[in-house]
T-cell receptor, first 112, second 115 residues
Framework: GDSVTQMEGPVTLSEEAFLTINCTYT??????LFWYVQYPGEGLQLLLK?????DKGSNKGFEATYRKETTSFHLEKGSVQVSDSAVYFC???????????FGQGTELSVKP | DGGITQSPKYLFRKEGQNVTLSCEQN?????MYWYRQDPGQGLRLIYY???????QKGDIAEGYSVSREKKESFPLTVTSAQKNPTAFYLC??????????????FGPGTRLTVT
């Protein structure tokens, strides 16, 4: 079945470091891919999305490219800030009911 | 302001009691979803609804029930049959369930503790 695998956390970085969070997926057809962010005690917010192969989603300095050949959607940011500390979820959206299939989440902690 | 509201933010219940979590949206979205989140895990789908008066089971529907009598409301009842109900519950909505490009919008969540 459809699934999403993310790199395990927690990830701890110093401020201004480069961030990569790996995400790979298994899906039939051509899903849309999403990154969501969750701050402590809150719901999820959409960070970025890509709806077809080779699309690049970007927002707030974060980027991810939909790579069909490697079935990946890695999240990157060139220079992280303390305020980026959160849990990041990779997800794909499937045809059946428009459901989202989530990875297990990666906790990011950025130290000053 | 358009959005999704969930109430209450924190909920405490005794084991054996049913409890209903509220979810309301004013985004005019057709589809609504309930997810459960446990520490260190991703979100798992409980139930979803694509249209009023219709809903489908997700991956972990046992011990839960829902209704969709109005487009804007999708309450979730956690019954006493749910073996491990303590969790963070998130409600989401989306313009169309069939449009893969549409994202889901999430509410702030309800943290349920059952003792």
């Amino acid at each position: 079945g459809d699934s999403v695998t993310q790199m395990e956390g927690p990830v701890t970085l110093s401020e201004e470091a480069f961030l990569t969070i790996n995400c790979t997926y298994t899906a039939t057809g051509y899903p849309s891919l999403f990154w969501y962010v969750q701050y402590p005690g809150e719901g999820l917010q959409l960070l970025l999305k890509a709806t077809k192969a080779d699309d690049k989603g970007s927002n707030k300095g974060f980027e991810a490219t939909y790579r069909k050949e490697t079935t990946s959607f890695h999240l990157e940011k060139g220079s992280v800030q303390v305020s980026d500390s959160a849990v990041y979820f990779c997800a794909l959206r499937v045809n059946e009911g428009g459901k989202l299939i989530f990875g297990q989440g990666t906790e990011l902690s950025v130290k000053p | 302001d358009g959005g999704i509201t969930q109430s209450p933010k924190y909920l405490f219940r005794k084991e054996g009691q049913n409890v209903t979590l509220s979810c309301e949206q004013n985004l005019n979205h057709d589809a609504m979803y309930w997810y459960r989140q446990d520490p260190g895990q991703g979100l798992r789908l409980i139930y979803y609804s694509q249209i009023v008066n219709d809903f489908q089971k997700g991956d972990i529907a046992e011990g839960y029930s829902v209704s969709r009598e109005k487009k804007e409301s999708f309450p979730l009842t956690v019954t006493s049959a749910q073996k491990n109900p303590t969790a963070f519950y998130l409600c989401a909505s989306s313009p169309l369930s069939t449009g893969l490009t549409y994202e889901q919008y999430f509410g702030p969540g309800t943290r349920l503790t059952v003792t």
